[in-house]
């Protein structure tokens, strides 16, 4: 499968846990973006990497969320101290882009990791 | 920061009619609007995108159209198939320096036989 893969796609934790989770984009798409997705909504973006750097962070992203793509290759989220409002659908979108700046690409979505906290 | 409303929310056509759904964006500088379909438990799949230098792209049975001077756009589809029957989001973008897609709340079309 060349699409974008997650991990784990399931994940259920007790509150005041930390959580990671894993995105590995499509092959040499140079752009990564996290979003969370709660029930009957749309996606709410998180934060966006450009390579290894971390370029646009939302104010939805607390202090308890860090992301890194240490390599420009697959990323990782962790969600400190977890609370009951955490509890989504983390979904982890790639596009590619040759150039800094530019249009916006097409973002490909993953399945998303299921973070339920209890 | 940019504010995407979508209409309706859900929608129930029989097979065969068109399907319209409506969004409304309040950032000007936004210039880039995909459609997104997410099927029960499936990850977002896009449909069809459209650049704000054009008025409306077509592909197949499914067409989007966008006014920029009123900030909308529109997803149709024609001859709609029950296997067209998921959740649509629509997303706006400003590209340059912000390539969040800031989604509307969706749209649960349902097509019976």
């Known amino acids: 499968d060349t699409g974008v893969s997650q991990d784990p796609r399931h994940k259920i934790t007790k509150r005041g846990q930390n959580v990671t989770f894993r995105c590995d984009p499509i092959?040499?798409?140079?752009?990564l973006y996290w979003y969370r997705q709660t029930l009957g909504q749309g996606p709410e973006f998180l934060t966006y990497?450009?390579?290894?750097?971390?370029?646009?962070k939302s104010r939805l992203l607390s202090d308890r969320f860090s992301a890194e793509r240490p390599k420009g290759s697959f990323s990782t989220l962790e969600i400190q101290r977890t609370e009951q409002g955490d509890s989504a659908m983390y979904l982890c979108?790639?596009?590619?882009?040759?150039?800094?700046?530019?249009?916006?690409?097409?973002?490909?979505f993953g399945p998303g990791t299921r973070l339920t906290v209890l | 920061g940019e504010n995407v409303e979508q209409h309706p929310s859900t929608l129930s056509v029989q097979e065969g009619d068109s399907a319209v759904i409506k969004c409304t964006y309040s950032?000007?500088?936004?210039?880039?609007f995909p459609w997104y379909k997410q099927e029960l438990g499936k990850r977002p799949q896009l449909i069809i995108d459209?650049?704000?230098?054009?008025g409306e792209k077509k592909d197949q049975r499914i067409a989007v159209t966008l006014n920029k001077t009123a900030k909308h756009f529109s997803l149709h589809i024609t001859e709609t198939q029950p296997e067209d029957s998921a959740v649509y989001f629509c997303?706006?973008?400003?590209?340059?320096?912000?390539?969040?897609?800031?989604f509307g709340k969706g749209t649960s079309l349902l097509v019976t036989p």
């Open positions: 979108a790639s596009s590619f882009n040759p150039k800094t700046g530019g249009r916006t690409d097409t973002q490909y």
């Open positions: 092959s040499e798409h140079n752009r």
């Open positions: 990497f450009q390579n290894e750097a971390q370029l646009e």
């Open positions: 950032d000007s500088a936004s210039n880039y």
């Open positions: 459209i650049r704000s230098n054009v």
């Open positions: 997303a706006a973008s400003r590209g340059n320096s912000g390539y969040a897609l800031n």
